[in-house]
């Protein structure tokens, strides 16, 4: 099983950035892949971003591309999410999570995802 522990969030300005971190570890047999998801009050778990494990491959969501970026670590198991020019909507619980997927298309819907973290809160105001 993959443990996944998110930590970077809390209160940012509009306008300001944030990076979060996902720290990868336990056994990755059978995962791919690491995801960014978001959850705001009310609303459904939006897919943000993902990359495969140990390579460049990586996917944005349309919400967010051109503002955040995605990124890891090989040698730390680690797995960055920088948020830039934030925004009221981007307020919301992030998670990263671990899975597998055979295709980049689908590296955001949540379903091909097994091990999540605990999610950390990003809250940005205006």
């Known amino acids: 099983r993959v443990q996944l522990v998110e930590c970077g969030g809390g209160s940012v300005q509009a306008g300001g950035s944030r990076r979060l971190t996902c720290t990868v570890s336990?056994?990755?047999?059978?995962?791919?892949?690491v995801g960014w998801f978001r959850q705001a009050p009310g609303k459904e778990r939006e897919g943000v971003a993902s990359?495969?494990?140990?390579?460049?491959?990586?996917t944005i969501g349309d919400s967010v591309n051109g503002r955040f970026t995605i990124s890891q670590d090989n040698a730390k198991n680690t797995v960055y999410l920088q948020m830039g020019n934030l925004q009221s909507e981007d307020t919301g619980t992030y998670f990263c999570?671990?899975?597998?997927?055979?295709?980049?298309?689908?590296?955001?819907?949540?379903?091909?995802?097994?091990?999540w973290g605990q999610g950390t809160q990003v809250t940005v105001s205006s």
């Open positions: 999570a671990a899975g597998w997927v055979r295709s980049m298309r689908y590296s955001l819907e949540s379903r091909n995802y097994d091990d």
């Open positions: 336990g056994a990755t047999y059978g995962r791919n892949i």
């Open positions: 990359i495969r494990m140990g390579e460049r491959a990586s």
